[in-house]
């Protein structure tokens, strides 16, 4: 069990930062002539930020972490983060039943942005700012503990690591490990206040604009609103949020070195296959589906197409779940597309959910590999992403991730399809497991998942974690708590 005392510890730390963003929250609280969430986010401060002292001071630090330790370390600070996060939703009640207080803290913390709410505006301020900050930290958390965790120091670990990020995420690894991390808290904290600005200027409240811009660079969708980005109907707005999704479901290293370029590599925004893919089928995306709003009549234009199209491509496929329409209402060929967008979604080393377009990219390459390799032709059977080969060994365990993705999306969806019906189910499985939120039918852009039964919910919240950690963290650990 010592692998999980240094666990322990660890997740003692992150409940240092749950109890600052609830004194955060509560201080909005108490500048909103301290509404009913006031008393909730103090008292669940003081027990986080008591918990995390008691967990620091009855455990011993570790110099030495073996991988196996970083995924236990890393499952344990989500779970504990999302745990003790239900508690302002538990106490101030409402629709906050004990089930739902951890769906609506799991979602947050995994940026997924599902809700059981049907109505969001009801929430006093401090609590509203609670759900966003949830997102916020869990954001920026896939990002710096999982970097920190498995970085490049144990060599063996290699397909595992793979298995969390790509080649391209780890290639800036070499320095030091805090230079990675601040670079990633560099970039996202960009990303929130140029977002926040941004919408300020289209005079939005700056409520609203803090609260959106935090929501996008966590590409998580949660909104104080309940009709979402719909509420604004403003063309700004939803182009300013469309670059912060953009931007947040890139990779974080390349962003900071196309700024700041580093004299050990030359990668950057404009010059690596990934992006230029993530981008391009993003395009591809828009235009059928604009095409699809347009010549099957749903939009009367097609500039309303093209608008519409833009905003929801952009964020299915950076797994943001912002909504300006009710998707459920499109034709079938434009929610096909957006289910696939659901499905690969982002890059590697952004707070971005999904496969992530890295393993698509090299898994593309490895067909077209293997089919020259069929065919007879020589010399070009091998796989390579922006320069780099790729083993055997990291295609394989690439295919076995996306493998288990699937199979865990084709369990989930059998579960809600207990309750509901095909398309709903299936697209509720892809939405939690790639963290986007939103699905088709009853949880679709407008709707929510209060209609899932105690035990869907549970499954859900499972499938969230498993699909935020990237699988196989959370398994190891799992497998961990229970090998001697």
């Not at 990675?180 to 289209?202: D, E, G, N, P, Q």
């Not at 998707?327 to 890059?347: K, R, Y």
Request: overall charge positive.
């Amino acid at each position: 069990m010592k692998k999980w005392n240094t666990a322990i510890r660890y997740a003692g730390f992150s409940l240092f930062g749950v109890a600052i963003l609830m004194f955060l929250s509560a201080f909005i609280a108490f500048r909103n002539d301290m509404d009913d969430s006031f008393d909730p986010l103090v008292f669940s401060g003081m027990v986080s930020l008591l918990s995390g002292f008691f967990a620091i001071i009855t455990t011993e630090p570790q110099e030495n972490m073996s991988v196996e330790e970083g995924f236990c370390i890393v499952t344990g600070c989500w779970i504990t983060a999302c745990s003790f996060g239900a508690l302002p939703f538990l106490i101030c009640g409402g629709e906050f039943t004990l089930v739902n207080a951890f769906f609506e803290s799991v979602s947050g913390f995994t940026t997924t942005g599902a809700s059981i709410l049907n109505d969001i505006e009801a929430l006093p301020k401090g609590l509203q700012f609670w759900r966003i900050a949830t997102a916020w930290m869990g954001g920026i958390g896939i990002v710096t503990l999982v970097s920190l965790v498995i970085s490049g120091q144990h060599d063996r670990h290699s397909v595992l690591a793979s298995a969390e990020l790509s080649d391209l995420a780890k290639s800036y690894y070499g320095g030091r490990k805090k230079n990675f991390v601040y670079r990633m808290l560099a970039v996202y904290l960009f990303i929130t206040l140029a977002s926040t600005i941004a919408l300020k200027l289209t005079k939005m409240p700056w409520f609203d604009a803090l609260t959106m811009g935090m929501s996008a660079c966590s590409t998580c969708g949660f909104c104080i609103k309940n009709t979402s980005v719909e509420f604004y109907n403003n063309v700004a707005v939803e182009i300013i949020l469309i670059a912060a999704m953009l931007m947040g479901a890139t990779n974080f290293s390349l962003m900071f070195s196309t700024v700041w370029p580093d004299k050990r590599t030359r990668k950057n925004l404009f010059n690596t296959q990934v992006v230029r893919w993530f981008l391009a089928l993003v395009a591809i995306a828009i235009l059928i589906v604009s095409a699809n709003l347009y010549f099957s009549g749903y939009c009367p234009t097609f500039a309303r197409a093209l608008r519409l199209a833009a905003f929801q491509v952009c964020s299915l496929s950076t797994t943001t779940g912002f909504a300006t329409a009710d998707t459920s209402l499109w034709p079938s060929g434009s929610i096909s597309i957006l289910l696939l967008c659901s499905l690969v979604c982002g890059c590697s080393g952004s707070t971005s959910g999904g496969m992530k377009m890295d393993r698509f990219v090299i898994v593309v390459k490895s067909l077209k590999s293997m089919v020259n390799s069929l065919i007879g032709v020589k010399n070009i059977n091998r796989t390579k992403l922006d320069g780099q080969v790729k083993t055997e060994e990291n295609v394989t365990s690439i295919l076995t991730f996306m493998g288990t993705y699937l199979l865990i999306i084709a369990i989930g969806t059998i579960i809600f399809a207990i309750s509901m019906d095909f398309r709903t189910s299936l697209s509720a499985a892809i939405a939690c497991m790639g963290s986007v939120g939103p699905g088709f039918g009853e949880v679709g852009s407008m709707g929510n998942y209060a209609g899932l039964l105690g035990f869907q919910k549970v499954t859900a919240m499972i499938i969230m974690l498993l699909g935020r950690v990237e699988i196989f963290p959370m398994l190891i650990a799992v497998k961990s708590l229970f090998s001697r």
